[in-house]
C-alpha cells in the first residue's frame, strides 16, 4: 500500500517538472513570436478591426450554436460595425444582408480582391 504513495508522489513530482519546463517554453515562445512580429503588440479587439475594414469582404465562421449555414465561410462585404453588431452582405446573385453580433464571430479571413 506504501508503495502506491510513494509511486503517487514520483509520479506527481515528475508531472510538476514536465509542466514547469513546458511553461517556460511556451513563455519563450510567446516572447520569439512577439519579437518577430507575428503578434501585434498592441491588442486590437475585434470590434475596432472590424470598423476598420468596413467596405472589405471577409469570410466570416461563428460560434457552433450560432451557425448560419448561409454566412459560413462564404464572401461577404461588411457594410456596418459598431459596438455589438455587424452588417454583412452576401457577394452572390441575391445579394442577402444580415446583421451578426460580433460576440458570435470566431473568426475572420479577409480575401483579396
Do not use: H
Request: charged residues 30%; proline residues 1%; contains cysteine.
Amino acid at each position: 500500500m506504501e508503495f502506491f504513495g510513494v509511486g503517487g508522489f514520483l509520479f506527481g513530482l515528475f508531472a510538476w517538472f514536465k509542466v514547469s519546463s513546458l511553461a517556460k517554453e511556451v513563455e519563450k515562445l510567446k516572447t520569439f513570436a512577439k519579437e518577430s512580429g507575428y503578434v501585434d503588440k498592441e491588442k486590437v479587439s475585434l470590434q475596432e478591426i472590424l470598423q476598420k475594414s468596413i467596405g472589405k469582404i471577409v469570410k466570416i465562421e461563428t460560434s457552433l450554436d450560432l451557425m448560419d449555414y448561409s454566412l459560413y465561410k462564404k464572401p461577404c462585404l461588411i457594410l456596418d460595425a459598431d459596438d455589438t453588431w455587424i452588417k454583412l452582405r452576401l457577394d452572390n446573385k441575391t445579394q442577402e444582408e444580415y446583421l451578426l453580433r460580433i460576440e458570435a464571430v470566431e473568426s475572420v479571413q479577409f480575401v483579396e480582391v
